[in-house]
Nanobody
Framework: VQLQASGGGLVQAGGSLRLSCAAS????????MGWFRRAPGKEREFVAS????????YYADSVKGRFDISRDNAKNTGYLHMTSLKPEDTAVYYC????????????????WGQGTQVTVSS
C-alpha cells in the first residue's frame, strides 16, 4: 500500500489543522492506520492509530483530548484532526499502515508515507 500525507502547514498556537493520508494499492480497509511525528532532534513518536474497522483508536497521552483520528475506507483516506495546537506539536507528521502489530511501536508499521510539516508558532 502506498501512502501520501498532506495538510500540514504553519498555524498559531491554539489553532487547528487536519492532516490527510491518501492510500493506494492494496486494500486500505484491511490495514490499521497510524500517525507518528518526529520533532527536530527527537525520535519518531507515536501520535494516534485506528483499527481497520474504525474501532480501536489509541492516542498518545500528549495529544489525548486534542487530536482525533478517523478514516473513510470508501475514499481510502485517513485523517488526523488536530485542535488546540501547541508549539511542542511542531514536527514532521507521518502516516503509516500495518496489518498487525503493536500500534505504538514504529518498527511494527510496514508502510509509511512521506512526512508533512506542521509548525505551531507561539
Amino acid at each position: 500500500v502506498q501512502l501520501q500525507a498532506s495538510g500540514g502547514g504553519l498555524v498559531q498556537a491554539g489553532g487547528s489543522l487536519r492532516l490527510s493520508c491518501a492510500a493506494s494499492g492494496r486494500s486500505f480497509r484491511s490495514y490499521s492506520m497510524g500517525w507518528f511525528r518526529r520533532a527536530p532532534g527527537k525520535e519518531r513518536e507515536f501520535v494516534a492509530s485506528i483499527g481497520w474497522g474504525r474501532s480501536g483508536t489509541y492516542y498518545a497521552d500528549s495529544v489525548k483530548g486534542r487530536f482525533d483520528i478517523s478514516r473513510d475506507n470508501a475514499k481510502n483516506t485517513g485523517y488526523l484532526h488536530m485542535t488546540s495546537l501547541k508549539p511542542e506539536d511542531t514536527a514532521v507528521y507521518y502516516c503509516a499502515a500495518q496489518s498487525a502489530g503493536a500500534p505504538t511501536v514504529p518498527s511494527s508499521w510496514g508502510y509509511w508515507g512521506q512526512g508533512t510539516q506542521v509548525t505551531v508558532s507561539s
